[in-house]
């Protein structure tokens, strides 16, 4: 089973690519940079910890 790597942040809609930074729980919320730092890693949804994403290249 692939990490679904959603396209936005969930909070304010933020393009996100699939290289570049972006920050996810356990149940795959997905956030960018500025959203994650101002919830302070913690996810709105499930309270659980914001972890950076892995980053997927061209071609994977």
Do not use: H, V
Request: glycine share 6%; charged share 25%; net charge negative.
């Amino acid at each position: 089973m692939a990490l679904e790597m959603k396209t936005e942040c969930e909070r304010c809609a933020q393009s996100l690519k699939d290289d570049g930074e972006a920050w996810i729980c356990s149940y795959e919320c997905t956030f960018c940079s500025p959203c994650s730092a101002e919830m302070n890693n913690r996810c709105p949804n499930c309270g659980g910890n914001l972890q950076p994403r892995p980053r997927r290249t061209e071609g994977a």
